[in-house]
Structures are given as C-alpha cells and as structure tokens.
C-alpha cells in the first residue's frame, strides 16, 4: 500500500471507506468520517496535551465518495498525535443545520478520548474534545464468555467509583476498574452471576460541577455520554495511552475466568450536548439534524429529560448503535447492555411511538448480537411506560417497574395488594406471555431496588425523599418510593424499630430470590448501606454513594441472609425456570392461602404462599420450594401443600424467627396449618424422607 497524493506536507491516498474512526495500518493511520450536509471536511492533529493543531490536512473532493471522507495518512505514530476534525456546511439553526468551520468536532466513533484520564479534572477547552488511535491487540487467552441464560442469571447493579472509592473497600486501586477486580472474590462469595456496570462509556464527569453546603457537585453517574465507542478512561488505575480500555478488558476476562457475565448500562436516548445551550461536541457539528430529534421550529424533543433526544430510528444513528454494541461485544467480550430509557429507542423521527421499530427488531436479529443479552428500561422521560408492551422482539428482557412498585407497596403492609404480588412473584405471566413475542418470565429482570431512587436500607427507614444535599430544594428525584420508615424517619437507636428493619429488608430479598424472572441486587444492599434517604445520588461523589463496607460487619446477619438465599436460589431450578412435570402430582405453580388448598387469591388475603415444583432431571428427583409471605402486622396461618407420605419439608429461612434464618435443618411434616410471624416471609424446601427420619412441625 503506497501513498497516492501529498496533503500539507503529508503523503495520503484514499481510505477503507467501511471503516469507521480512526484505524492503525502498519506505517499509516485510515481516518473515515461521514456527514450528509457537510460541504467539506479537514482532519487536525495535536501534538499530545496540547489544544492547537500541530497539522490541518483537508480530505480531498475526490477521496469523497457519497457522504463519506476517508483517508489513509502515512507516517503517523499513534503514541504521538491526537485527532479531531473541522466540518464546513450550511449554518441555519432553524432547519437544525449547525456547521461551524472553526470549531473543531470529536469523531462520533473514537475509540478513546483524551484530557479526562484524572477523575474530576479535565483538560483546555470545556467543550474541546480530542481522540486517539487505540490498538486492539488485548490477549484474551482461552478465556470465554460464560453464556448464561437469563433464568440462571443474578445481576448485581454497581457504580465503578462508588463501588470500591470508599477507604473502607480496602483495594489498592480505589473506584477504578483494577479496584473492582480485587472484589471478584467478595462477588464470588455473595453468589451473583452477572455485573451489570452503570455507564462506563467517556463521559465529563465536570459537567454543572457546582458546590452545594461546602460539597463539589459532579455529574458522577455518568448517563451524559461524550463517545460511545471510548471507555471512561478516568476509571482506570493507571494511564493508558493507546491502550486505552486494557484494564477494563483485564476485568471483563477475570470476570469470565470466574464465570461471571458483564452487563454495560448504555445510555442511547440523549448525549452530553443538550439542547441548543449545550455544548456542541460531535454530533452537533456532523449532522444535527439527523443524529437528533428536532421539532418543525429546530428546537430539542426532550424525551430523555436531559434536554435532547437521539434520533435512534434514522438509518444513520441505527447503523451507528448497532456498530457501536458491535464493538463492546467483539473487542470487550461484553456479555449484555441494559438499555436506559429504552422506549426512546422505539420513537419515530418526530417522537411518535413506533408498533414496530426498525432499531429494536434490528438488535434482536442482529447476528453479532444473537447470543448477547438485551435489557430494556421500558419507559422514558416523556411520558411513555411500556412496561409489558414494550414494541421488541423474543430476544429482549425488561426491567419489570411493576414488579418493582407493586412489590415495594406490599412488602410494606398492603396486604391487599396479594393478588398483584403474586402474579410477579410467579413471573409476571399477565405482562410477559410466552405465547406472544416475549420468553415468559425470562423477559422480566425483577428488582426492588436499583441505581435510581432508594437502597433497600432507605426504603425501610424513611418515609420520604430528603434530597436536600443535590440542590433543588428537594424537588428532584421520584415521589412515589413507597417506602416506610417503621416509625422512625432516618437512623435510630430503637432496637425495636430496628430489627423490624432488619427483618423487612430480608423479606424483600427472600422475596426476589423465590421469583420466577431474572433477579437484581443494588450493590451494598446486602449489607445495609444507606444513602441518607437521597433517592437521587446521580451528583454525590461522596460518602452517599460510596459504599461503606465496614457495614458488612455491622450487619453481618444481613449480609449471610443474602448469602444464603442467593445460593438457596440456585439450588432450585424449580424456582428459576419450567421442570418436567413433577413425579409427585404438585403443579409447576400453585397458590395457597390459610383457608384452603389452592383458594383464589382476594383483597382480603392476608397470607399467601407460592409453590414451585417439577422433577429436576439433573438431580433425579423432583425440586419443590414453597414461600409464604405474611406483609400482615399480625401472625397469620397458611395450609402447606400436601407433601406425599414419604416427603417431609425443611425450613430453609424464616424471617420471624432468627434462629433458623441459617439453618436447614429444621424439618415439617406439613399437611397442616403453619403459624407465619407478623411481617414474615418462611421459605420451605421438601425432599424425600428417610426411613430412620423423625420429622415434626
């Protein structure tokens, strides 16, 4: 491959028009760019650190083909020079047509950004972003990519930083990637499966910095992405330059060596450059028009709620979000995305809701993506909530809201809200069918608690919202936490209402692990953390978020609680998933109360229990796991099924009485009603009996 023509003193010949970005050839560098209303494009080149260009070489008219520049430059070191791009075109904000020939643009498909590898501070220009050239030459080994299925899946919700950043986390590496990796072990012991990592993607961390009662404010979730392609660089232990993203590789390969899955929280609804005040970074100044939904006027639709909307049904912004998941699942052996606000996914170009987006039936056909798992937060900021309609295909999952909001109000008393509990303890079946395009309850990811709103900690010890710490006079963040505070607001020294606390937070993980769905943890959880009652931590980089792991200790019965049920769970596939039919006559599912057998589900039910049974064919034996939830203030019986004369029930947990909370080894005969404390969940397993085995209630 030989240079064709001399550019500003460089030698250059026309580029790999398919390729995207920036590439390293041996000796050369192909840059590929693309714009439809530009009329003109210059590439620029830094010297490292510094913000004004070494070098400005136009792409020639002729190495344009269609709407796509593209060309090889030889001569380059990729350790030596960053890149951006300057685009000349019509200026006319009416028609969303944004060209500025003097501002220069980030490449839309960079694979790493610079200026931002120290957390919190960022380099020149606020809006001035430069790339870099990355080699993709990661060893991975003979390391793969586990593959679990969704029913044999336990997420486990984290924030890289506030996950290990807290002195307490006793890593080397605090609030980095190489941090994280010094917990495989504490993952390993909790039982999860699955990390599913709030946005990783570049993000300005900076962005609305601003101080609050002596406190720096920052946008530290992240859900505010600069490049989709680059990961955060500021989340690495170590600089990384041209090899960024190594360290996050290094994580992802020691997860699968641990047979655990990564799951990247993606965020394609909106980016970092807001509505027509906000910074323009990259896709304002490639094509405004087309990357973003615009009204007749040329204003933002602001479906994300963060003031623009990514146009995500224009064939262009498709081909991008597709070559975008692509990338993470090829280069980063990246196991899954959970999609936020996912029902923008589904608008047409002028926001109405589509019955059949092109995008999502894309993803779910995707071949590069067939065996990648699909998340949907199934609502948006404009008011759409698809929750159990949302417009995708077999493939795709969905966080289950209802699960969520309809579980919260009855763990906490509303008794009369049974028969709604009990069609999401048992898979949600009137909003997943399996009839229909979803998988049945492998389409619901049940969930309490997540990033956003209260940790289960908070949502037993306060009654309402105190976001007072973010700024906005406590208007931000949900209302509707359905919470309760057991009669204290915060923290007290009542041990009545704290072991009341106690209690219901191991209800609720009982709960989830005793329901047909994938099921989610919020990080620090399992051991107590609390975020004050901030359901809305998205600017707290601080001990809000950070979690405290000296809690583990503290709440140490809570920690072996979860402990227990996560193992107790995968231990019974009659719980995650359909068995053969079981050879003892039990149903896969049934439902029983304290008058009847198998009696209707009513208002006035005030206990209920859930058995799951089916013949396991990898343990030759039929797998039956019975839960009994009593939300009731007061004790309340239940009828256990009717075990055959040869099987016996043990008590695997029961909340109202700590001396069995660990042990198994408490045995019932059943047959008859079962006493369940106030405010108490029991969860039984059955097996045959031995002969010699004395079995009593």
Not at 176 to 183: I, V
Not at 435 to 450: A, H, L, M, P, R
Request: net charge negative; aromatic share 12%; proline share 5%.
């Amino acid at each position: 491959m030989e240079p064709l023509d001399e550019v500003s003193g460089f030698r250059i010949r026309p580029g790999l028009y398919g390729s995207n970005g920036a590439t390293a050839l041996p000796g050369a560098v192909n840059f590929t760019v693309h714009s439809h209303g530009a009329y003109s494009c210059e590439l620029l080149l830094y010297h490292r650190m510094e913000n004004s260009p070494y070098a400005v070489i136009p792409f020639p008219e002729k190495y344009r083909v269609g709407n796509v520049y593209s060309m090889i430059v030889f001569g380059l070191k990729i350790t030596e020079f960053e890149y951006a791009y300057r685009l000349d075109g019509p200026w006319d904000p009416a028609k969303g047509l944004l060209f500025d020939r003097t501002k220069p643009l980030l490449d839309p498909y960079a694979k790493a950004i610079t200026g931002q590898s120290v957390w919190g501070v960022k380099r020149g220009d606020e809006d001035q972003y430069h790339a870099r050239v990355v080699r993709n030459n990661f060893d991975w080994k003979d390391v793969f990519r586990p593959k679990l299925s969704m029913s044999d899946s336990i997420i486990y919700e984290m924030h890289v930083r506030g996950f290990t950043h807290h002195p307490s986390s006793g890593v080397e590496n605090p609030g980095t990637f190489a941090g994280l990796m010094e917990k495989i072990p504490y993952l390993k012991e909790l039982g999860v499966t699955t990390v599913e990592l709030m946005p990783i993607f570049e993000f300005d961390e900076t962005q609305d910095r601003r101080v609050v009662g002596g406190r720096t404010l920052c946008d530290f979730w992240g859900y505010n992405t600069v490049s989709f392609f680059a990961p955060n660089t500021s989340y690495t232990a170590a600089d990384e330059y041209n090899r960024e993203g190594e360290e996050l590789k290094t994580l992802i390969k020691e997860l699968h060596e641990n047979g655990m899955e990564i799951i990247l929280d993606v965020v394609f609804n909106h980016t970092a450059e807001g509505n027509e005040h906000g910074p323009v970074i990259s896709f304002k100044g490639f094509d405004n028009n087309i990357y973003y939904m615009l009204t007749p006027e040329g204003y933002y639709y602001n479906f994300s709620g963060c003031g623009n909307t990514l146009n995500c049904n224009h064939p262009i912004v498709q081909e991008m979000i597709v070559e975008c998941l692509r990338y993470w699942v090829t280069s980063y052996h990246v196991d899954g995305f959970r999609f936020d606000l996912a029902s923008i996914l589904g608008r047409n170009e002028d926001g109405t809701p589509m019955s059949n987006p092109p995008l999502l039936k894309r993803l779910a056909f995707d071949p590069l993506l067939g065996d990648t798992k699909l998340i949907a937060e199934a609502w948006d900021a404009g008011g759409l909530y698809q929750v159990g309609s949302f417009p995708a295909f077999c493939h795709w999952a969905e966080w289950n809201g209802k699960y969520r909001d309809e579980l919260r109000s009855y763990l906490k008393g509303e008794y009369w809200l049974a028969p709604q509990a009990v069609k999401r303890i048992t898979g949600s079946p009137d909003l997943y069918r399996s009839d229909k395009e979803y998988q049945g309850y492998n389409s619901s990811v049940n969930f309490i608690t997540c990033h956003d709103g209260f940790t289960l900690c908070d949502l037993y010890s306060y009654n309402q919202k105190h976001n007072e710490a973010n700024g906005w006079n406590n208007t931000d963040g949900s209302d509707d936490n359905r919470s309760w505070n057991c009669g204290t607001e915060g923290p007290t020294e009542d041990e009545t209402v704290n072991r009341l606390r106690m209690k219901l937070m191991k209800n609720a993980c009982a709960v989830l692990m005793c329901s047909r769905g994938t099921p989610m943890l919020l990080a620090g959880d399992e051991f107590g953390f609390s975020k004050q009652g901030n359901n809305n931590t998205y600017c707290q980089d601080n001990e809000l978020s950070w979690l405290d792991w000296g809690l583990i200790e503290k709440n140490r019965e809570l920690f072996l609680f979860f402990k227990q049920m996560i193992h107790f769970r995968k231990k019974h596939r009659s719980i995650r998933c359909e068995l053969g039919a079981a050879k003892c006559g039990f149903p896969s599912v049934g439902t029983y109360t304290s008058d009847s057998w198998d009696a209707s589900v009513t208002n006035d039910t005030k206990a209920v229990g859930i058995l799951f049974a089916g013949y396991d064919e990898e343990q030759e034996a039929d797998d039956i796991v019975f839960l009994a939830v009593n939300p009731y203030w007061e004790e309340q019986a239940i009828r256990l099924p009717k075990l055959p004369a040869h099987y016996a029930w043990s008590v695997e947990a029961d909340t109202s009485d700590d001396s069995v909370s660990h042990d198994t080894s408490h045995t019932a005969a059943g047959n008859e009603p079962r006493r369940i404390g106030a405010r108490s969940v029991l969860v039984l397993s059955a097996s045959e009996r031995r002969l010699d085995q004395t079995v009593s209630l």
